[in-house]
Nanobody, 124 residues
């Protein structure tokens, strides 16, 4: 079945950096947008950042603009999330998702495959 596997989560101090990876298998990758969402207990999953199929279009949540970047390697079926200047409020489970088209959207319904998530904890 379709697999999106996130890695790279962990515990980091405020101001630090983490790089998440999401490797896709058994799913067409290069023709579709990819996104990252996050969720904390008791809250809805929220859009963080997304990238179009070509990498030419990127959308950010305002809360991460200037701190997070996204990139993709279509040859490796992998998307990356570089998180810098991390804040305690960035603590969440981070999910990668494959879009249902090549154009990047900022809503959950724009994505039809999801990973299992990786925990990111930022200590103050």
């Amino acid at each position: 079945q379709v697999q999106l596997v996130e890695s790279g989560g962990g515990l980091v101090q405020a101001g630090g950096s983490l790089r998440l990876s999401c490797a896709a298998s058994r799913v067409t990758f290069s023709n579709y947008a990819m996104g990252w969402f996050r969720q904390v207990p008791g809250k809805e999953r929220e859009f963080v950042i997304g990238i179009s199929w070509s990498g030419g279009s990127i959308k950010y949540a305002n809360s991460v603009k200037g701190r997070f970047t996204i990139s993709r390697d279509n040859a490796k079926n992998t998307v990356y999330l570089q998180m810098n200047s991390l804040k305690p409020e960035d603590t969440a489970v981070y999910y990668c998702a494959r879009g249902n088209s090549g154009y990047v959207g900022a809503d959950s319904y724009n994505y039809n495959y999801w990973g299992q998530g990786t925990q990111v904890t930022v200590s103050s």
